[in-house]
T-cell receptor
Framework: SQKIEQNSEALNIQEGKTATLTCNYT??????LQWYRQDPGRGPVFLLL?????KEKRKERLKVTFDTTLKQSLFHITASQPADSATYLC??????????FGTGTSLTVIP | NAGVTQTPKFQVLKTGQSMTLQCAQD?????MYWYRQDPGMGLRLIYY???????DKGEVPNGYNVSRLNKREFSLRLESAAPSQTSVYFC???????????FGPGTRLLVL
């Protein structure tokens, strides 16, 4: 069956450290993978997209890697801040026009 | 620009009642989507519309109907609500390459 799995447990890290979130998938062949941020009571907000032929993408303090052999994406937030506390969702687009989302990882950055 | 707007924000229904969730976007996007989000299940696609006049089923379409009224508006209808449809519903839209989805603020629905 098709699955997208993210860190099942909440992630707590100290301010200033690097947070690393994982997204693993099975039985998909995504053209690209996206990461979104979701704050409580709000809709997801797009952060980054990485294509199947890209290994790494950066945007300010964010970095995403994509390994199609391992079927895994890693999402890094460097120099984390309390304002980075949120739930982070990975999503992939398979063939067609549909997106599939993971269940999300809740990140708390402790001051 | 308001982006993606949804109404209502909250709704309580009794089993068997019907209602329509409204969604509008002002970004001139062709594609629009309806998702539901449940604890532990993530966002699941209910229906989507690749362009005005077309709609397609997603992962969980049973119990729902949609209408793409025009390019801006995409509504979701529950004909006979069931407690299993208690959820948070998000509408989203995306541009010509469907690479980025823009989400609305959500509608919280409780079916008793």
């Amino acid at each position: 069956s098709q699955k997208i799995e993210q860190n099942s447990e909440a992630l707590n890290i100290q301010e200033g450290k690097t947070a690393t979130l994982t997204c693993n998938y099975t039985n998909y062949s995504p053209a690209y993978l996206q990461w979104y941020r979701q704050d409580p009571g709000r809709g997801p907000v797009f952060l980054l997209l990485i294509r199947e032929n890209e290994k790494e993408k950066r945007k300010e303090r964010l970095k995403v890697t994509f390994d199609t052999t391992l079927k895994q994406s890693l999402f890094h937030i460097t120099a984390s801040q309390p304002a980075d506390s949120a739930t982070y969702l990975c999503a992939l687009r398979n063939t067609g026009n549909q997106f599939y989302f993971g269940t999300g990882t809740s990140l708390t950055v402790i001051p | 620009n308001a982006g993606v707007t949804q109404t209502p924000k909250f709704q309580v229904l009794k089993t068997g009642q019907s209602m329509t969730l409204q969604c509008a976007q002002d970004m001139n996007h062709n594609s629009m989507y309806w998702y539901r989000q449940d604890p532990g299940m993530g966002l699941r696609l209910i229906y989507y519309s690749a362009s005005e006049g077309t709609t397609d089923k997603g992962e969980v379409p049973n119990g729902y109907n949609v209408s793409r009224l025009n390019k801006r508006e995409f509504s979701l209808r529950l004909e006979s609500a069931a407690p299993s449809q208690t959820s948070v519903y998000f509408c989203a839209s995306s541009g010509p390459y469907q690479e980025t989805q823009y989400f609305g603020p959500g509608t919280r629905l409780l079916v008793l």
